[in-house]
């Protein structure tokens, strides 16, 4: 079993920076990709990046990459989202995902949320 909990939203204005928190607990030594979604009040989830736990590979939607970074503490067991040059259309639920099968896909794992408002 593996908790996972966000931290980090907020409100900020459009151009501002934002870093959001993921931090996992628990069977922790099963991890192996984490990734960050989000959930747009329209309720649509959308991927965001992934990233291997144990080598540090990453993985983004095309259109985000520019200004998102996804990363990790691993002594830490936490998960990193910097967020910059935020729009309002980035406005959502930030949630993080856990998968403990080594080459399964989807994630077994998810927190609950943290919410970022950015407005114009």
């Known amino acids: 079993q593996v908790a996972v909990e966000e931290s980090g939203g907020g409100v900020v204005q459009a151009g501002d920076s934002l870093r959001l928190s993921c931090a996992f607990s628990g069977r922790t030594a099963k991890l192996s990709t984490v990734a960050w979604f989000r959930r747009t009040p329209e309720k649509v989830r959308d991927f965001i990046a992934f990233i291997n736990w144990r080598s540090g590979t990453t993985s983004y939607e095309a259109t985000l990459k520019d200004r998102f970074t996804i990363s990790r503490d691993i002594d830490r067991n936490t998960m990193y989202l910097q967020m910059n040059s935020l729009k309002p259309e980035d406005t959502a639920t930030y949630l993080c995902?856990?998968?403990?099968?080594?080459?399964?896909?989807?994630?077994?794992?998810w927190g609950q949320g943290t919410q970022v408002i950015v407005s114009s």
């Open positions: 995902a856990a998968n403990v099968r080594d080459g399964g896909p989807g994630y077994d794992y």
